[in-house]
């Protein structure tokens, strides 16, 4: 009997043994790079189908753009595997982490068995690069020498970030290091000088990793010509119409347009009043439920984008309208200043 079945097992098409057996696959994964230390990057070495014996996976890396041992480690830990029908098992390779700026790198993870259908099946390990390049601070002083009270432009448009566009740009207009004049991603502004003499003004801008940079410039200011007066009249201001769609501010913020009629700094929030906010689970400063800045170096209108708070979004994820504020408050660059609210209900 026992030669009988040896005989039928020998009379099977090789074919049919092939299709028989399973198919050995790696996964290919991804990981941050890190500053320091190392992670691991883990991959999964399985089989398409149950094996009717166990079946020895032997695993081997290769380089691609990242190179062992700096970028990584050659040693796969463990080395071997066995699969038991069904079976999957993790594999992981040691990453290295620095704070180099580089591209995203890649190796491959290999796997060699016997007894399978894809004898030599790999995977793809990606090591992502996390490491920020700080941003470069450039700004621009036009024109470098002015008469007392006239407006200069400061303009930060030079300014760039290896990774993309700055985030935030913030002014010292006094030259004390305090950096209390935001202007949001606005990369200019209209300024004017009340007193004689070299006055020191610094840009600072942040990128969207938090990263900053500082430039420091100037602006000589002479004395004023005989009988010049000086600007006590605060600038006149104008909300365009505002959608008043909820859903759209939840997903997307309040988008406004606001116009003055001269250089400007214009500082903007959205808030709700306290019976309201007792209402929709608000309460003290969470009652402002979202900011942003701009500035003209000229008469127009810039738009800003008033963006809730997380706070703020889950309070209204399940109300059907709510009166809010908008308040705007401007100063122009003799330090005149207008405030103005403007009420509005959103609906969805």
Request: aromatic residues 4%.
């Amino acid at each position: 009997m026992i030669a009988l079945l040896l005989g039928l097992a020998l009379a099977v098409p090789a074919a049919a043994q092939a299709q028989a057996l399973p198919s050995l696959s790696v996964s290919s994964e991804t990981v941050a790079e890190g500053d320091s230390g190392t992670n691991n990057v883990v991959f999964f070495v399985s089989l398409d189908a149950a094996a009717l014996l166990p079946v020895t996976v032997n695993l081997s890396t290769e380089d691609g753009s990242a190179v062992a041992p700096g970028d990584y480690g050659s040693t796969p830990a463990p080395a071997t595997v066995t699969l038991d029908p069904g079976d999957t098992e993790s594999v992981a390779v040691r990453v290295n982490g620095d704070t180099v700026d580089e591209p995203t790198e890649t190796f491959k993870l290999k796997a060699d068995s016997e007894n399978v259908l894809v004898a030599d099946a790999e995977g793809i390990g990606t090591i992502v690069d996390d490491d920020d390049e700080a941003p470069i601070a450039r700004v621009d002083v036009n024109p470098q020498q002015a008469f007392v009270g006239k407006v200069i432009e400061l303009n930060g448009s030079r300014s760039s970030d290896p990774e993309g566009a700055i985030a935030n740009y913030r002014w010292d207009l006094d030259g004390d290091g305090v950096f209390e004049t935001d202007t949001g991603i606005e990369s200019s502004l209209g300024i004017a000088f009340f007193g004689p003499g070299r006055q020191i003004v610094r840009l600072r801008v942040t990128d969207s990793g938090g990263m900053i940079d500082d430039e420091t410039s100037f602006a000589d200011i002479f004395p004023a010509p005989p009988g010049t007066a000086r600007d006590t009249t605060p600038p006149s201001t104008h909300l365009f119409p505002v959608r008043r769609n909820l859903r759209l501010a939840l997903r997307r913020g309040i988008r406004v347009r606001f116009g003055c009629s001269e250089a400007c700094l214009i500082a903007g929030s959205v808030g709700v009043d306290r019976r309201t906010g007792r209402r929709i689970g608000l309460k003290g400063r969470n009652r402002t439920m979202g900011r942003a800045s701009s500035a003209t170096t000229k008469a127009g209108s810039k738009v800003l984008t008033l963006k809730l708070s997380r706070r703020a979004r889950r309070a209204l994820a399940k109300v059907k309208q709510v009166r809010v504020n908008l308040r705007f408050a401007v100063r122009d660059p003799a330090s005149n200043r207008r405030v103005t609210n403007h009420r509005l209900t959103l609906r969805r």
